[in-house]
């Protein structure tokens, strides 16, 4: 079944307290993107990359990291999370075709106290 | 930059009626795509229907069909007998033709669908 997939799905933590959240798609999608979202605001992009080892900030990359190693895994990392990251978070990957739709994962909750 | 505007942060319909969801976006491209995303419950965000900007007639999905005025940068989604499935949140989404990372969003309209 094509699919994106992300762990942890809920994650409670603690300021300051390093993580990553895991994004992994089975598509062979070059294209790979990480989103906030918040009440009132929408998705807000994080960062995006466009294949293997290459990367670029979104809207609202600050306090984030990301890597891309292999072309199937896009990692979000939180090295220092502060409260203001509490969010609902998604990875998405763009099938290149026609009408370029976006595959969302099913989101990771985070909660950083 | 692109911003996406949905202006109705929620609405209510009755069961079987039809219900017209707004969007407006701003941009200087004259091609790109236009999207509408269902985000039910269960927070999976699911594709409903989507818009070539260089296409004239409107897209259609079933029940779901859009209202694309180019000109007027208007792209509004109509649900035709609406079904307790569809309360969920509707999201619009702008993407540049071949800029195939940069998704822009609305900020949500939250539709519920009474019995």
């Known amino acids: 079944e094509a699919q994106v997939t992300q762990n942890p799905r809920y994650l409670i933590t603690v300021t300051g307290k390093k993580l990553t959240v895991t994004c992994s798609q089975n598509?062979?999608?070059?294209?790979m993107s990480w989103y906030r979202q918040d009440p009132g605001l929408g998705l807000r992009q994080i960062y995006y990359s466009m294949n293997v080892e290459v990367t670029d900030k979104g809207d609202v990359p600050e306090g984030y990291k990301v890597s891309r190693k292999e072309k199937r895994n896009f990692p979000l990392i939180l090295e220092s999370p502060s409260p203001n990251q509490t969010s609902l978070y998604f990875c998405a990957s763009t099938r290149l075709a026609a009408y370029n739709e976006q595959f969302f994962g099913p989101g990771t909750r985070l909660t950083v106290l | 930059a692109q911003t996406v505007t949905q202006s109705q942060p929620e609405m209510s319909v009755q069961e079987a009626e039809t219900v017209t969801l707004s969007c407006t976006y701003d941009?200087?491209?004259?091609?790109?795509?236009l999207f509408w995303y269902k985000q039910p419950p269960s927070r999976q965000m699911i594709l409903v229907i989507r818009q070539e900007a260089y296409k004239q007639q409107n897209a259609t999905e079933n029940r779901f069909s859009v209202n694309f005025q180019k000109a007027a940068k208007s792209f509004s989604l109509k649900i035709s007998d609406s079904q307790l499935g569809d309360t969920a949140m509707y999201f619009c989404a702008f993407m540049k033709l071949y800029n195939f990372n940069k998704f822009y969003f609305g900020s949500g309209t939250k539709l519920n669908v009474k019995p």
């Open positions: 598509m062979n999608h070059e294209y």
């Open positions: 941009t200087s491209e004259n091609n790109y795509y």
